[in-house]
């Protein structure tokens, strides 16, 4: 279920960042300063994860990806008021173009709201908070910290998750490459991001999520 799959993935994640950390010697980078936010951020990500997951079931992937773009309309609206980032027009428009243009190119059909439809939306919803307390922890703490968190986290949240039932099911060699897969792809994406915001304002990295 798509808990299992957080679970294995943020394993993956958890050996890479210990790995590196160790390889590269920032294991005194990570410290305990901004333990509230870490944890409200990865809540955040864990929810809009495990409802993006779901939402894949259940509606065509054309419609989830163009409600998971709506993710940097949030964030441009919400950074003003959380961030104190200035929205500018360039900024503005870049974002609703961007929107736009997903729209052209999936065409979603958005006649019938449902369950699924739902999820996708709200999903973006969570995305955007983390993507904002993801910048706010980067004016203070380190990528490894920020990574060593997240991994750790939805670890947790995945494992208590998915053992609810007392039951967890193992990855067999089949699915177990594409669960490291998932990982590392997943574990890059947020270096990728997390450098990103630590350089530049979220209003302006946001709608480069677009080319996806």
């Known amino acids: 279920d798509t808990f299992e799959i957080m679970l294995f993935r943020s394993f993956v994640g958890v050996v890479i960042v210990i790995a590196a950390a160790s390889v590269f010697g920032t294991w005194h980078q990570v410290n305990r300063q901004q333990f509230s936010l870490h944890f409200a951020r ?124 007392g039951d967890i099911a193992l990855p067999d060699a089949e699915t177990l490459p594409w669960l490291i897969l998932i990982g590392v792809a997943g574990l890059l994406a947020h270096f990728c991001i997390t450098n990103a915001l630590a350089i530049a304002p979220a209003t302006v990295v946001v709608p480069i999520d677009f080319v996806r």
């Not at 955040?44 to 993006?52: A, K, R, V």
């Not at 870049?94 to 939306?121: K, Y």
């Open 42 to 165: 990865n809540i955040m990500h864990f929810i809009g994860q495990n409802l993006w997951f779901y939402a894949v079931t259940v509606i065509p992937l054309a419609q989830v990806f163009a409600l998971e773009f709506t993710s940097p309309i949030w964030v441009i609206l919400l950074s003003p008021f959380l961030l104190g980032e200035r929205i500018t027009l360039i900024r503005a428009i870049a974002a609703l173009m961007g929107f736009i243009g997903v729209l052209i190119v999936t065409r979603p059909d958005m006649a019938g709201i449902n369950t699924g439809v739902m999820m996708a939306a709200s999903s973006a919803i969570f995305f955007a908070f983390t993507i904002i307390f993801t910048k706010r922890l980067t004016r203070t703490q380190s990528i490894t910290c920020i990574l060593f968190y997240l991994t750790v986290l939805q670890l947790i949240f995945g494992f208590l998750s998915a053992g609810y039932d």
